[in-house]
């Protein structure tokens, strides 16, 4: 079982950064593979970023350039770091934790990007 808590939403101008974290706690962090996904009023849950238990990254097209992902097995915490936000970033941004079967959630955190 993992616990997944999401922190750094808020409201930001156009062009601003954020930091989200996502702490995880009640299992081995460092074998998840991890990622940060969006969800806007009105549409899907979308793939942000994703990180393998490795260390390798992958990025959606749109935030490629801009976000960066990172994680520290040290601390069992997962960041994304997001520059030159846009309006059209706005959104829940959610952490997620898989491994085999297992696939975890967090409750989510707001980021909203506007002037």
């Known amino acids: 079982q993992v616990q997944l808590v999401e922190s750094g939403g808020g409201l930001v101008q156009p062009g601003g950064s954020l930091r989200l974290s996502c702490a995880a706690s009640?299992?081995?962090?460092?074998?998840?593979?991890m990622g940060w996904h969006r969800q806007a009023p009105g549409t899907q849950r979308e793939l942000v970023a994703a990180?393998?238990?490795?260390?390798?990254?992958n990025y959606a097209d749109s935030v490629k350039g801009r976000f960066t992902i990172s994680r520290d097995n040290a601390k069992n915490t997962l960041y994304l770091q997001m520059n030159s936000l846009k309006p059209e970033d706005t959104a829940v941004y959610y952490c997620?934790?898989?491994?085999?079967?297992?696939?975890?959630w967090g409750q989510g955190t707001q980021v909203t990007v506007s002037s």
């Open positions: 990180i393998t238990s490795g260390g390798s990254t």
């Open positions: 997620n934790a898989r491994a085999g079967t297992l696939n975890y």
């Open positions: 009640g299992s081995i962090f460092r074998v998840y593979a």
